[in-house]
């Protein structure tokens, strides 16, 4: 069973190397011991943590090509579509993606959307595609099209875009 690690890996890593006379190769091993693996991905030094719940919005776009990663099955999609509410798996001419709709009060209000995702897919690296139809219907697509398909950075986006304040730029509901 890993152990459960009580203090920020930053300082994992600066305790473990240099300061304390242990090389990186010590610290690599001590923390495969610590620190969840996965396969799916190229990494530093073959670390890279597994995705929870509480953590795919705090987690890190990592950069891909098609040489690095394949998109992932649709099984592994439904997976972890639940922890990005409000979030749709289509399936797009065997395509996976992830897709969402907002109504925006005005046309202005979608543009203001659009500027807020566009500011978390500039510092993630990842960018999803933006649509505005008609004057306030809201619609992103995200997907890795290096890949064709799914990656865990999709899953990340949609996290962190589903982290935005937007209820000030939303219609409001009518009341029932």
């Known amino acids: 069973m890993a152990r459960i690690?009580?203090?920020?890996?930053?300082?994992?890593?600066?305790?473990l190397s240099g300061a304390h006379g242990r090389s990186?190769?010590?610290?690599?091993?001590?923390?495969?011991n610590c620190v969840g693996v996965s396969s799916n991905r190229k990494s530093?030094?073959?670390?890279?943590?597994?995705?929870?719940?509480?953590?795919?919005s705090i987690k890190k776009c990592v950069p891909c090509n098609s040489n690095d990663i394949r998109p992932m099955t649709e099984q592994a999609a439904n997976?972890?579509?639940?922890?990005?509410?409000g979030w749709n798996l289509v399936n797009e001419t065997d395509t996976l993606?992830?897709?969402?709709?907002?109504?925006?009060?005005?046309?202005?209000?979608?543009?203001?959307?659009f500027q807020a995702v566009a500011d978390v897919a500039e510092a993630e690296g990842h960018h999803p595609d933006l649509?505005?139809?008609?004057?306030?219907?809201?619609?992103?697509?995200?997907?890795?099209?290096a890949v064709g398909g799914l990656t865990?950075?999709?899953?990340?986006?949609?996290?962190?875009?589903?982290?935005?304040?937007?209820?000030?730029?939303?219609?409001?509901?009518?009341?029932t």
């Open 5 to 15: 690690l009580q203090f920020p890996l930053t300082s994992l890593f600066r305790s």
């Open 24 to 32: 990186s190769i010590q610290a690599t091993k001590i923390l495969h």
């Open 44 to 56: 530093l030094n073959g670390f890279r943590t597994f995705c929870t719940s509480e953590d795919l």
């Open 79 to 85: 997976e972890l579509i639940p922890k990005v509410p």
């Open 97 to 113: 993606k992830l897709n969402r709709s907002w109504k925006v009060k005005s046309f202005t209000k979608g543009l203001e959307l």
């Open 131 to 145: 649509h505005l139809i008609g004057w306030n219907n809201v619609k992103i697509e995200i997907w890795t099209h």
């Open 152 to 175: 865990e950075n999709d899953f990340i986006l949609a996290a962190k875009i589903n982290g935005l304040d937007l209820q000030h730029l939303l219609r409001r509901k009518a009341a």
